[in-house]
């Protein structure tokens, strides 16, 4: 029987328990691998089908209790690192990570050189991000311009312009050589799935704060194959795929506004583009998105449409008495990362089993909503 973890107050008033659910995609790598969010009670992951729900508490039990020491464990055994693995995203839901105050570098050396952070570390875990390789990154920088090298540019300037910030940290620069190496990275290893699309800019930006650009490249890489493969199609097919799941999401949960907004001829489409092409990456301020991936990165991506909806309900009340929603939706309120969190936790065990299983595999497989 899983075990059923107490939460703090400040998710106990949105749902006493939460268990997570499992789906298999082998695409995805191990660290990563089908781990997310279900309406069941308890809050260790467990791999499998959507029916079948195993628990790892009697290993978890086992591990050191913060993050550092979860970080520095030595594992001998994959059992071992699942475990760890499961502990910390249970920590994540519950704790968050804690603040860091990183020592400030002078301008001069910051681009080069970046503290390692806790949140970086966490990231490259999720993601089986274990080694780097500076001369590889090096070699595909060298290659110069790719054949999208325009597009690249055309795009990195407008990069979050407006976060102060993300400004001081991450200059153009990084970004170009990032998205370009990214594209000689997938021509070198004849994968000729993935190209620079639309959106990739916003996705690389919070990997290049976090983290060296070293790290955020092999991050970022490994983050688009096998996270969200069908968000970087040409047409950008996952994208849509996740809309639509959006529009259904929101019938279900609240059909007052998704009438609301439907009469006045809202989609999902219209309003929500943005916000699921980069994950939520366009709304600041920075710090929140950071807390917000946190939980994506351990849980999965796809709950990004939930996140949304949850943003949505925040501004419940605005919406239903606008007569013009859309100058609300336009430009959306800052993010807070806790609340949407916690009340997506809630909106996950609304939806329906089958509608679930196609949100979890949208970021992998569009056609699942192609009806």
């Known amino acids: 029987m899983a075990p059923v973890i107490v939460l703090p107050p400040s998710l106990s008033s949105i749902t006493e328990t939460m268990c997570v659910k499992a789906k298999t995609n082998m695409s995805q790598p191990t660290a990563q691998r089908s781990f997310t969010c279900s309406r069941h009670k308890n809050v260790s992951p467990s ?4 029916s079948s729900r195993r628990t790892h508490s009697h290993q978890i039990d086992r591990l050191p209790n913060s993050f550092e020491e979860i970080l520095n464990t030595t594992h001998r055994t994959e059992r071992e690192v699942k475990a760890s693995l499961s502990k910390l995203r249970r920590m994540i839901l519950l704790e968050g990570l804690p603040e860091e105050n990183l020592p400030k570098l002078a301008p001069s050396v910051q681009n080069l050189i970046r503290p390692t952070s806790m949140r970086s570390r966490v990231w490259k875990h999720f993601l089986g991000v274990y080694h780097v390789s500076a001369n590889e990154y090096i070699r595909l920088i060298q290659k110069g311009k790719s054949c999208v090298y325009d597009k690249v540019r055309n795009d ?3 990069t979050l312009a407006t976060d102060k910030k993300f400004l001081e940290r991450v200059n153009e620069d990084m970004l170009i050589r990032v998205l370009n190496a990214f594209v000689w990275k997938m021509k070198s290893s004849g ?4 190209t620079y699309v ?11 704060f976090t983290m060296s650009e070293i790290d955020a490249f092999f991050s970022f890489a490994t983050f688009i194959q096998t996270c969200c493969p069908s968000y970087v199609t040409p047409t950008l097919q996952g ?6 799941l959006l529009d259904q999401c929101l019938q279900i949960i609240d ?3 998704f009438n609301h907004l439907r009469l006045k001829s809202l989609t999902a489409e219209i309003y929500a583009f943005p916000s699921v092409l980069t994950l939520c990456a366009c709304t600041p301020p920075l710090e929140q998105v950071l807390k917000l991936w946190d939980f994506l990165l351990a849980y999965g991506v796809h709950l990004n449409i939930l ?7 925040l501004m419940r009340d605005q919406l239903l008495e606008a007569p013009s929603p859309m100058k609300l939706l336009r430009t959306m ?10 009340l997506t936790i809630q909106l996950v065990q609304q939806i329906p089993d089958e509608l679930y299983d196609q949100l979890v595999k949208h970021p992998f497989y569009p056609s699942v909503a192609a009806s």
């Open 255 to 257: 059909p007052k506004l």
């Open 307 to 313: 996140c949304v909806i949850a943003q949505l309900l």
């Open 239 to 244: 994208v849509h795929c996740g809309l639509k």
């Open 156 to 158: 990195t300037f407008r």
């Open 198 to 208: 639309q959106g990739m800019n916003v996705l690389a930006a919070p990997f290049l």
């Open 47 to 50: 791999p499998g089908s959507a």
């Open 333 to 342: 309120p800052e993010l807070n990362a806790k609340p949407i969190i916690n």
């Open 191 to 194: 994968n000729q799935t993935f």
